[in-house]
């Protein structure tokens, strides 16, 4: 399997970049990676907006990629449907302004008054937890300096993030333009969904409705067998996704089935 996990941004101007740049930017991190590969298709594994920004991209262009993993990726946003959308929509004024960035910090506070379990006690507890492990200690402090890049953003890409899926649901609703209209009748590219049912930002309703629309039969959804999954989890099945040989296959496995 040639797996990729993607993190880009786009070129150019960054306060004029919308979904459609960064759709389009991994877009050309795919192309790049095919190209190399003797025009071998990746897989495109993603996490969190980074899996909806992955989705988006394979509605526009499910043939350019082998298949599509996402972990933890919001993907309805109807009301409802998780806790931190219906309080990010309150939360955040409808007039943001698009020409300015908005800054990491202020993304980062917004989304811990949204969801204080996901952003702030989870986070706590599973420091608390891998106190005694050293090398849980390390992957903790790994995720730790990950979560704590506070990369601004274009105000227009926070805008129509806001706009356009948390409160429109456009793409799950099948009415999203970029380029042409787009959404989960879109991608036919094989996807699997791993979902875990005690996250706020992209619970089982979050997802379930996107992927029953999806264009392939070809889809599946993981969810935890116990229900919940700490940060440490997600880097550990992240790891096992990725970098499979560096692993044995029965811890592989392991892994892996700790989510079904």
Partial sequence: MCA?????????????NGLAEYAHAIGECVAKISGEREARKPFVLAHSLGGTLAAIFSAMASESVCGL??????????PATSRFRDALVSLVPSDLDETEPCPGSLLTQMSALA?????????????????????????HARVERWALDEVPLPGKFVHQ???????????????????????????????LAIVNTADDVAPL?????????????????????????????????????VFPTKISNAEQLTTVQQFQ
């Fill in 4 to 16: 990729s996990s993607i993190g880009c941004r786009p070129p150019g101007r960054p306060a004029a």
């Fill in 205 to 241: 309703e979050a997802v379930k409705p996107f992927i029953e629309s999806l264009a392939t039969r070809d889809a599946r959804i993981i969810e935890p067998r116990n229900g919940s999954c700490k940060p440490i989890k997600w880097y550990n099945l992240l790891n096992s996704l």
């Fill in 161 to 191: 993030l806001i706009e356009w899926l948390y409160r429109e649901d456009r793409f799950c609703r099948g009415e999203l333009k970029i380029d042409e209209v787009i959404g989960p009748q879109c991608v036919s590219a094989p996807t």
């Fill in 115 to 139: 969801s204080p379990e996901t952003f702030v006690w989870s986070r706590l507890t599973d420091a608390a937890l891998s106190v005694a492990n050293q090398a849980a200690l390390e992957t």
């Fill in 69 to 78: 993993v996402l972990l933890g990726a919001p993907l309805c946003f109807r």
